[in-house]
C-alpha cells in the first residue's frame, strides 16, 4: 500500500493545479496560514559584456503564521512536501521543498494555474 502524499502550501496564496490541457482544476491548495521566507544578500561578481554578474547569498529560512510568530522551517518528512517560493527552494535546495511549474496566464495576463510542480537541486 502506498503512502499518502502530504502537500503543505507555504506560499501567501493559494495554488490551483490544472491537468496539462488546462480543462480541469484537479486540486486548490490554499495558503494554511504559514508562509516560508529567506533573508538574502546580493554581490556584485563581475561583468558580462557591460552587465553586472550578481551572487545571490541566502540566509536563514524561517516560517511565519498569521500571528508573526517565527518558528523554523519543518525536518524533512517521508512523504510530506512544502510548496514554497522560488527563493526559499534556492536557499534550501532540499527534495521536499517544491515550487509551482508550467503556470498559465489568465486572460487578463496575471499569473494562473500551474501544470505541475518542480524541484530546486
Aim: aromatic share 10%; glycine share 8%.
Amino acid at each position: 500500500m502506498k503512502n499518502q502524499i502530504i502537500i503543505h502550501n507555504y506560499v501567501p496564496h493559494s495554488v490551483e493545479v490544472i491537468n496539462n490541457k488546462g480543462q480541469k482544476i484537479i486540486f486548490p491548495l490554499n495558503p494554511e496560514g504559514k508562509t516560508a521566507r529567506c533573508t538574502f544578500n546580493t554581490t556584485q561578481n563581475g561583468f558580462l559584456s557591460g552587465f553586472p554578474i550578481i551572487q545571490n547569498e541566502y540566509g536563514e529560512v524561517t516560517v511565519s503564521d498569521a500571528n508573526g510568530n517565527i518558528t523554523e522551517f519543518p525536518e524533512q518528512k517521508e512523504d510530506v512536501f512544502y510548496i514554497v517560493s522560488a527563493l526559499v527552494a534556492n536557499a534550501l535546495k532540499r527534495s521536499d521543498c517544491i515550487i509551482v511549474a508550467n503556470r498559465r496566464r489568465n486572460i487578463d495576463g496575471t499569473l494562473g494555474a500551474a501544470t505541475g510542480f518542480s524541484f530546486i537541486n
